[in-house]
């Protein structure tokens, strides 16, 4: 492919682009969110076909990326000049647009996590390239088409069916400007190292291995039927599912039998059919992975709540396994139907267990108890605490991640930012 072709025609569209206002830009999202409302069955059906997803999760993806980019469609401008008071007659921040700006996307999502970071960078300005998954390049190629169904200038967001050995290639032009990755923790490390090399900026959201804390005031009822979705929606491949469930002691013998009997509800189905809430992982090597990790972990001391019984090539009854500090398990993620139990006698032990890993995107608490709520909120190490309810991203509020899971802000008013250049003016006139 020829790169720099699609990099020159990028650049000539953006030297349009950031000069239109705002409010017009904000326009062509309104057209796009239609676009994306009307052929929604379509598109759903191309994720599901690519990766698997049941179908019902498909259509939800579609569902929640038009909602995300009506949002932006009808967002205050934070972009424009900010008036700073200070001795001279003009001092403001500019918010400029950086440029062309790279997204290298993951398969689990193929139009939420494209679009969530697209939407942002093109509303400020930016036009976009995406190389995104070898097994979701229809997806890709839909979402281009999108762009141009709903009259955006050529180039604003092309879609690259590329491999990885062109990212080089495309971070050292000078005319892009940044890269955003949604991926594995090699993955961002590999993209970032690159990006730093040539002075680029870079936005990581990477992996997890979140707690979903259940304390022995909680409604845990409630917890034990919202914890196996948490975990289970997209047959456990997503970034800020629910990975280990640590309870209370004291309430481990109510809440474990109906967590099991919730979990066990999610049997692998076809994902055409409207019923089915599990499905086969994306890719055969995936399950590969997953069946090691849960073979390390047992013979590290792990035991078996409920085995992970591997029925085809990417296909799995989804497990449990209780797990002790230590187990060096724990310092992964584990990217499939197979959940992590642990037990801890009081708060701050529990705080210790989920804190005690690489990661940190997303952790759950439930209490009925606001101290309890306090304490946990201010000490865990992750982007989101969410209370009462389990982890997921919203639109409206900033998504990212701490430690090992990345650096840089997703969605809400926030994300704007990420990919402009702020500019002083100072002086008098
Ligand atoms: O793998 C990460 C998926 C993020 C899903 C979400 O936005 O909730």
Redesign the pocket.
């Known amino acids: 492919m020829d790169l720099s072709k699609h990099i020159s025609s990028a650049h000539k569209t953006f030297s349009v682009w950031k000069k239109l206002p705002f409010r017009e830009r904000q326009k062509f999202l309104l057209k796009l969110a239609e676009v994306l409302e009307k052929n929604k069955g379509r598109y759903a059906a191309t994720i599901t076909s690519e990766m698997h997803k049941p179908i019902t999760q498909s259509i939800a993806e579609i569902e929640k990326s038009a909602g995300m980019i009506k949002f932006y469609a009808t967002a205050e401008n934070v972009l424009k000049p900010e008036k700073i008071k200070t001795e001279f007659t003009v001092s403001e921040v500019h918010y400029d647009a950086m440029g062309i700006i790279l997204g290298v996307m993951?398969w689990?999502?193929p139009f939420?996590?494209v679009l969530?970071f697209a939407i942002p960078a093109i509303l400020a300005g930016n036009v976009v390239l995406l190389k995104h998954a070898s097994i979701c390049f229809g997806s890709g190629d839909e979402i281009e088409n999108a762009f141009a169904e709903a009259g955006f200038p050529e180039s604003v967001f092309q879609n690259l069916r590329i491999g990885h050995d062109e990212i080089r290639e495309i971070l050292e032009n000078p005319l892009v400007r940044g890269v955003s990755l949604?991926g594995s923790e090699k993955a961002g490390g590999t993209v970032a190292a690159l990006a730093g090399k040539n002075i680029k900026k870079s936005v990581l959201?990477l992996g997890?291995s979140d707690a979903f804390i259940i304390l022995e005031d909680s409604a845990f009822e409630k917890a034990a039927k919202e914890g196996p979705w948490a975990k289970l929606q997209?047959t456990g491949?997503?970034?800020?599912?629910a990975k280990r469930f640590i309870v209370h002691e004291k309430v481990e013998k109510d809440f474990v039998p109906k967590f099991i009997e919730e979990y066990t509800s999610y049997q692998p189905a076809d994902p055409m059919k409207k019923d089915t809430k599990l499905s086969k992982m994306a890719r055969p090597d995936l399950a590969d992975d997953l069946e090691k990790q849960y073979k390390k972990a047992l013979k590290n001391g792990a035991e078996i709540i409920l085995p992970l019984e591997r029925i085809s090539e990417n296909e799995f009854r989804p497990g449990i396994i209780l797990v002790k500090e230590g187990n060096p398990v724990l310092q992964e993620e584990l990217f499939g139907p197979l959940a992590i139990l642990m037990v801890g006698k009081d708060d701050e032990d529990i705080l210790k267990l989920a804190n005690d890993i690489p990661f940190g995107l997303g952790n759950s608490v439930w209490t009925r108890d606001k101290k309890r709520a306090q304490y946990f909120i201010e000490n865990l190490e992750s982007g989101t605490v969410s209370i009462n309810k389990a982890?997921?991203?919203d639109t409206r509020l900033p998504?990212g991640g701490a430690k090992s899971s990345g650096y840089g802000v997703e969605?809400s008013l926030h994300a704007l930012k990420e990919f402009t250049q702020i500019k002083t003016v100072v002086g008098n006139i």
Not at 237 to 241: E, F, H, R
């Open positions: 993951p689990n999502f939420w996590q969530r949604t959201e997890g997209n491949q997503i970034c800020n599912a982890t997921s991203s998504f969605l």
